[in-house]
């Protein structure tokens, strides 16, 4: 334990919640603004999940590394999914599930 680096482990927690509270307020203004802005919004966190999983790695314990991209963004992008599920129809969430793995296949090509 003498060697956990808390401080990574704060700022992981941190952006958790700060992901979480975005994914909350964009999906209580879907029935002001629409959907687009929350397909929008996903597609932009996808990019940036994929960005990231891809170049930023941080050591929490001797053996122990994890990327921000792949532990905050990939958990945020379920809860937002379960969330988008348990409000909203399965058919919306099937196309919301379509709309992020295309996505995701575009810009995993654009960065290659």
Same mark, same amino acid.
């Given at each position: 334990?003498?060697?956990?680096?808390?401080?990574?482990?704060?700022?992981?927690?941190?952006?958790? @919640?700060? $992901?979480?509270?975005?994914?909350?307020?964009?999906?209580?203004?879907?029935?002001?603004?629409?959907?687009? $802005?929350?397909?929008?919004?996903?597609?932009?966190?996808? =990019? $940036?999940? @994929?960005?990231?999983?891809? /170049?930023? =790695? =941080?050591?929490?314990?001797?053996?122990?590394?994890?990327?921000?991209?792949?532990?905050?963004?990939?958990?945020?992008?379920?809860?937002?999914?379960?969330?988008?599920? @348990?409000?909203?129809?399965?058919?919306? /969430?099937?196309?919301? $599930?379509? /709309?992020?793995?295309?996505?995701?296949?575009?810009?995993?090509?654009?960065?290659?």
């Amino acid at each position: 334990m003498e060697n956990t680096d808390f401080l990574q482990i704060a700022i992981l927690t941190g952006e958790s @919640i700060l $992901i979480s509270l975005i994914f909350c307020l964009v999906f209580r203004l879907r029935q002001l603004l629409g959907k687009g $802005i929350l397909y929008a919004v996903f597609g932009m966190v996808e =990019y $940036i999940q @994929i960005f990231l999983s891809s /170049t930023i =790695y =941080y050591e929490i314990m001797p053996g122990f590394i994890v990327s921000p991209g792949s532990v905050v963004l990939f958990t945020g992008i379920m809860y937002a999914i379960l969330l988008f599920y @348990i409000k909203e129809d399965v058919a919306e /969430t099937k196309k919301l $599930i379509y /709309t992020l793995f295309i996505s995701n296949s575009i810009m995993t090509l654009l960065l290659l």
